[in-house]
């Protein structure tokens, strides 16, 4: 079953079948434009000859978009006369995050929490979902509706702080450690109105908004997991601002929740075909690319033991805005200086922090979490900040990566003779990729990058 999206920001395509993904991956990759909205036809083909039941299903009902575009006086684009592959399936978009989630999850029966800027009317929603017969069974609970619109505030915001709206909210959540929240009325009062107009605040401090924003993101979430919790113990949590992991951080304490790791439009894809499928889908965030290249991991410890910036390119690609070791950029988190370091190479702003991947059956020894948390979707305090500089932000906190034994990527045993040569566990590790340019796809990407920024890569 294929399933895709396309037409706004970030589109995929997914193929499910057997109970698994078979294939899962953001058109930005091939076609190199970052958060290209149209399907590149390679993504496209190679989804077609993975999967030839005929069954194409897409991740919103495009005629009831065109009624909320028509009502907020938008022009109305006729998305299906676009779209890189032939629907004969059309899925609600909240329903299509909804199903992304629950039917990733280890889940028999949840409340799906899905919030994100806007779908065809929905902007926040809660449903009920459970499996009968073996297919996942959705039921609408609640919503709210275009205005309100909890992801449009926060794009609205991250455009005030003079930052791109739909790409740069992960800069504008990062500000808020540096930040002190000032005038919370005026920012919450912005989070009831039209936010496609944009929002004037007056003369604060950048950091100080965020920080105001990321208060008021987290009361506003709190209230809709209350709601979501009188229907299930359990809660998947799907839309683009499950993107935000200080907040999810928090949520985390008081749910038993999974966030299938690309919650966005994208992930929108694989909800489509999973919602096609109709079972439980075993997940992995390995369903892309695949660079068939052997990699040493004894060479890559010896370059990074050279104070080297190391490039990774192996495997199938993660499907997801973060690289979880088989696109990605790994170095010392020992030294405070390799932050600098890799923010230069990335051309990114000096002040942001870096992700540790850290084994995970050590991760409790360096951080103040729970047994596991492998894909990126949360924060902890690190309890050997000293030990480990590069990865820790300025609160004290890391968006941290566990990497099992069980992993399928290249990471763990880089990670295990890493520790084997140094005694420490934990590697910093992004993507690999520049700031405003989509991560490493195919090889070719991979020596491209390397010479254009000096990195060697495996």
């Known amino acids: 079953m294929i399933g895709f999206s396309e037409g706004f920001h970030d589109a995929a395509v997914a193929v499910v079948n057997n109970g698994k993904i078979c294939y899962a991956a953001h058109s930005e990759r091939y076609s190199k434009r970052k958060h290209d909205k149209h399907l590149d036809l390679t993504a496209a083909s190679t989804a077609m000859l993975i999967d030839q039941s005929g069954v194409t299903a897409f991740y919103e009902k495009p005629l009831l978009k065109r009624t909320r575009q028509f009502f907020a006086g938008q022009k109305a684009w006729r998305r299906e006369r676009h779209l890189a592959l032939k629907p004969n399936l059309y899925f609600d978009h909240h329903k299509s995050h909804a199903a992304a989630a629950f039917q990733t999850s280890v889940f028999d029966e949840a409340a799906c929490v899905v919030v994100d800027s806007i779908g065809e009317w929905d902007t926040t929603s809660i449903w009920t979902a459970e499996y009968k017969d073996g297919k996942a069974v959705y039921r609408k609970r609640w919503s709210r509706t275009y205005p309100y619109s909890i992801g449009l505030w926060y794009s609205a915001l991250t455009k005030w702080a003079g930052l791109r709206p739909l790409d740069e909210e992960y800069i504008f959540m990062g500000m808020a ?181 850290v084994l995970e059956e050590h991760a409790q020894d360096y951080f103040d979490m729970p047994p596991h948390s492998r894909y990126m979707s949360y924060v902890y305090k690190c309890k050997q900040p000293h030990a480990i500089p590069a990865v820790v932000h300025v609160d004290n906190t890391a968006r941290v990566q566990t990497v099992p034994e069980t992993s399928e990527s290249i990471l763990r045993p880089i990670l295990e003779c890493w520790y084997e040569r140094t005694g ?35």
């Not at 170095?331 to 190479?345: F, M, W």
Request: hydrophobic share 40%; net charge positive.
């Open 424 to 458: 420490c566990p934990v590697l910093l590790n992004t993507s690999l990729n520049v700031k405003g340019k989509p991560i490493v796809n195919t090889w070719q990407d991979a020596e491209i990058f390397s010479n254009k920024y000096g990195v060697i890569v495996y």
């Open 177 to 357: 450690a540096f930040g002190h929240p000032v005038n919370m009325n005026v920012v919450e009062r912005q989070l009831y109105k039209n936010n496609h107009k944009g929002c004037r605040l007056g003369n604060y401090k950048k950091e100080d908004i965020a920080k105001s924003a990321e208060r008021i993101l987290q009361l506003e979430l709190n209230t809709i997991f209350a709601k979501a919790a009188k229907y299930s113990k359990h809660i998947c949590y799907g839309g683009g601002v499950a993107l935000n992991c200080v907040v999810n951080s928090g949520l985390r304490e008081m749910y038993n929740m999974w966030i299938m790791p690309n919650p966005g439009d994208a992930g929108g894809a694989l909800g489509a075909a999973c919602l096609a499928y109709g079972g439980k889908v075993q997940f992995t965030p390995y369903t892309g690319y695949n660079i068939q290249k052997l990699c040493d991991p004894r060479r890559v410890v010896d370059a990074l033991l050279e104070k080297r910036v190391v490039g990774i390119a192996n495997g199938r690609a993660e499907f997801g805005p973060r690289a979880l070791g088989n696109r990605s950029l790994l170095a010392d988190p020992r030294q405070a200086d390799t932050k600098d370091l890799v923010n230069e190479i990335k051309k990114r702003d000096k002040f942001r922090p870096f992700a540790p991947a």
